[in-house]
């Protein structure tokens, strides 16, 4: 690889970058660009708020309904979303609202601060069987509604898909912060439970409600090479990858089935071996 896995191959802004970006924005009275987020985030709101350098207000609208917010500004395909309603985009380029956003979850880990806060008790329990995005996302809502949630997670870390995306694209310390802070919240997460038929009797019986996050983990592989040895998924092998931090052996040549993944790999493999991409 040209840099290392751990290195993100883009740099975020400074403040003062990040100042000039946001003056780009047009203020615009009815946003586009909050109206095309998909994820109901306003990034009319925070750019704003960047704008007066109230970097905490523009934290406090991006966390508001999204805990994951340093997640989204690297991996949300904001070209295809947000930026692509923002009225610049007839004058010269979009704003560029992911790395905005990245800065100001970046300014807010930095800075140590603390945005959201638990919910008044009501004495309601809730198990939520799964740690990827979506049962993170659900216990950072309960919680701030007063409930106590405590999360089952199969895997020995929780952050579900998320442990699967390349280092260089998100940083496990992005993945670690933002768990940290549901954490902070008063989550309690169990790593390394199955949650087989006889568990999710137990929690049934032990809980308020029982929400199932699990997500699909299971490849989609073709017929033609199930149970092939020398077959494995995108979501297998970028697992391993990422858990060795990029430090392992690639075979000489690879079939790649898949664009997106096939990019992955010609950066993953040295420029003397070769990769076909189908």
């Known amino acids: 690889m040209t840099k290392k896995y751990t290195e993100e191959l883009e740099r975020g802004y400074s403040v003062s970058?990040?100042?000039?970006?946001?003056q780009r924005c047009l203020l615009c009275y009815d946003a586009p660009c909050s109206k095309a987020c998909p994820a109901g985030t306003d990034p009319a709101k925070f750019i704003r708020s960047v704008r007066f350098r109230n970097f905490k207000g523009a934290a406090e609208t991006i966390r508001v309904n999204n805990v994951l917010g340093a997640v989204c500004a690297r991996v949300c395909p904001t070209e295809r979303y947000c930026e692509s309603g923002c009225s610049r985009c007839g004058i010269d380029k979009p704003i560029d609202i992911g790395g905005i956003q990245r800065f100001v979850t970046d300014f807010e880990a930095a800075c140590g601060m603390k945005v959201l806060e638990k919910g008044a008790a009501n004495g309601k329990r809730i198990a939520v069987i799964g740690s990827g995005p979506a049962g993170l996302q659900a216990a950072a809502t309960l919680l701030q509604l007063g409930y106590e949630v405590e999360i089952f997670e199969k895997a020995d870390r929780a952050g579900g898909f998320l442990r699967t995306i390349p280092e260089y694209r998100l940083p496990e310390i992005v993945v670690d912060g933002e768990i940290?802070?549901?954490?902070?919240?008063?989550?309690?997460?169990?790593?390394?439970?199955?949650?087989?038929?006889?568990?999710?009797?137990?929690?049934?019986a032990g809980y308020d409600a029982v929400l199932v996050a699990t997500g699909v983990r299971k490849p989609m592989i073709l017929d033609l090479f199930q149970g092939?040895?020398?077959?494995?998924?995108?979501?297998?092998?970028?697992?391993?990858?990422?858990?060795?931090?990029?430090?392992?052996?690639?075979?000489?040549?690879?079939?790649?089935?898949?664009?997106v993944f096939g990019l992955f790999m010609k950066l993953l493999m040295?420029?003397?071996r070769s990769t076909d991409n189908k």
């Open 228 to 259: 092939n040895p020398n077959v494995v998924s995108a979501v297998d092998l970028l697992t391993e990858i990422r858990s060795k931090h990029g430090e392992m052996n690639v075979p000489a040549s690879a079939l790649v089935l898949g664009g």
């Open 17 to 22: 970058t990040v100042m000039e970006e946001a």
């Open 270 to 272: 040295p420029s003397n």
């Open 180 to 204: 940290e802070r549901i954490v902070s919240l008063g989550a309690v997460i169990h790593c390394g439970v199955d949650v087989d038929k006889a568990k999710f009797e137990e929690l049934k």
